[in-house]
């Protein structure tokens, strides 16, 4: 559902958010700007080159329009037309240059704050509760680190960028064309409602387009992420083919989705085309009856037609810019929703040290439920005290597993409380609530690396040999020696290529290696 709001075109209070990212690199911004307006200007200078040359040496003019150079320009043809085609390379030149640099300088800044937001975005995803994992599937948050901000990439990389390049070069080419002819400058508007109407027919279709592109691109994501996970279900139930006609479908709505926006595509740009042609048509027709009057100047139409050629071209970059601004606001809608998503799990103000020794564990008449009024543990009190080992037994649904997550503080008690050494652990920070405990999941979690690595787990304080002594007491260094890189042999994805028992004693090794007080 999330991907089908498209939202507002324009947000100020998103807009605001999103500019905060590239607030650090304003040095970057700025230098880009710099180009961007020094572009625009070389952009106009062209076409009245054109009409120089061809006003002042190749048809002179009865009455040239007077320009800053014209001290420099001799009065011999050769010499003057040699002057004006080097100062027309030389604005290529610099068109070049100044489009290069604020390209490179804007999308260095793009991938500068996207690295930002991606960072912050795994760091907030890596501190939510549990229980944000429990109603939000993993497809959906894959897609929010990386289709959104993609689409955030583009608007910081060419989109907010490119709209104020567009707008600069039509307001500049506007005000050069009225000063050359304010009549030929009318001909050539009276397209634009033609145009702008198109536009609009173009940006209505290609925006349902884009958001079934979008809704399309979430299933095949989540869709993948779940078969692949189980594909050891799949294979076992002979599901194959019953998977593929399911992805078929999923993949068929966003190839339709696509056709549509080609569709869209195909049509708008041929049909400003021939209206920008059409104008030109008109002004090539009335300004020829006006030279032959002796009322415009050969080369004040030479430049007209090359103006107008520039003019129709930012009309059809600010529809398609106009769907990625829509795009990115419907994203930074969805990534912002998730970084507001405060956890309910946190440190107290001013936290408790945990016990300097081994301390009993209490549960104390506790209540919780998952549910509101769906009670799974209602009431339980038992102590475990100091040293002592014991075993909860259960059926399926009883509540075992919840015991555990409760007392490292993954969800919080409804009723009743979890003291250790007589403290609630309400009390306790925590990370250092956790750091005390050591878990064997039931499901063991190998990560991508060595198998050092993954018994290690990022704890620089764990040395080799506390490595190796794990092993050993779980009874698996045989076999990590027997591996071609010991313990320097790599793991890939969720510990593929070992088996279900090999990777439950790399876990055990895992939470003795840590040393816990509480296992």
Not at 446 to 474: D, K, Y
Request: charged share 20%; glycine share 6%; hydrophobic share 50%.
């Amino acid at each position: 559902m999330e991907e089908e709001v498209l939202g507002k075109a324009y947000d100020a209070r998103l807009m605001r958010r999103l500019l905060g990212y590239m607030r650090p690199y304003r040095a970057l911004v700025s230098f880009s700007l710099l180009f961007l307006l020094a572009q625009s200007v070389l952009q106009v200078l062209s076409p009245l080159l054109t009409r120089l040359a061809v006003d002042r040496y190749i048809r002179p003019s009865a009455h040239p329009f007077p320009t800053p150079i014209d001290s420099w320009l001799p009065a011999d043809p050769w010499s003057g037309l040699t002057r004006v085609a080097l100062l027309y390379l030389a604005v290529l030149a610099g068109t070049f240059v100044t489009e290069f640099a604020q390209m490179c300088f804007m999308q260095w800044t793009g991938q500068l704050a996207m690295f930002d937001l991606r960072k912050q975005l795994m760091e907030h995803l890596q501190r939510l509760d549990l229980a944000f994992y429990d109603h939000n599937p993993v497809g959906r948050l894959v897609t929010r680190v990386t289709t959104d901000v993609d689409v955030l990439n583009d608007l910081f990389a060419s989109g907010l960028v490119t709209i104020l390049g567009d707008l600069l070069v039509l307001a500049f080419i506007m005000t050069v064309m009225f000063q050359l002819s304010p009549l030929l400058t009318g001909i050539l508007l009276a397209a634009m409602p033609f145009v702008i109407g198109a536009t609009l027919l173009f940006r209505r279709s290609v925006t349902q387009s884009y958001r079934r592109i979008r809704v399309a691109i979430a299933k095949i994501n989540a869709r993948l992420q779940e078969h692949v996970t189980g594909i050891v279900v799949l294979q076992l139930f002979n599901r194959e083919r019953r998977s593929s006609r399911d992805f078929e479908l999923v993949n068929r709505e966003h190839m339709e989705a696509y056709k549509d926006a080609i569709t869209a595509y195909g049509w708008f740009y041929p049909v400003v085309e021939f209206l920008s042609m059409l104008a030109l048509a008109a002004i090539l027709t009335w300004g020829g009856l006006r030279i032959e009057s002796g009322r415009l100047s050969l080369g004040v139409l030479v430049a007209f037609l090359q103006y107008g050629l520039r003019f129709f071209r930012p009309i059809q970059d600010l529809s398609e810019k106009y769907n990625i601004l829509q795009g990115a606001m419907a994203s930074s809608e969805r990534i912002f929703k998730l970084l507001d998503t405060q956890a309910t799990i946190l440190a107290p103000a001013q936290p408790r040290s945990t016990a300097p020794a081994i301390a009993a564990i209490e549960f104390d008449h506790v209540w919780f439920a998952y549910k509101p009024g769906d009670w799974v543990l209602q009431d339980v009190s038992f102590t475990i005290a100091p040293n002592e080992t014991i075993a909860v037994v259960g059926h399926t649904g009883a509540g075992k597993t919840t015991l555990i997550a409760l007392l490292l503080r993954f969800y919080d008690v409804q009723k009743g409380a979890i003291r250790i050494g007589g403290v609630d652990i309400r009390e306790f920070d925590p990370l250092e609530l956790r750091r005390q405990c050591g878990v064997v999941l039931q499901d063991p979690f190998l990560f991508t690396g060595t198998i050092e690595e993954n018994i290690c787990l990022g704890t620089e304080s764990i040395r080799a040999a506390e490595v190796e002594a794990a092993a050993e007491q779980v009874n698996v260094l045989d076999f990590i020696r027997g591996l071609p890189g010991g313990f320097q042999h790599p793991i890939r994805e969720r510990g593929s290529g070992l088996s279900t028992g090999q990777k439950q004693l790399i876990s055990f090794a895992r939470a003795l290696a840590h040393n816990p007080r509480y296992l």
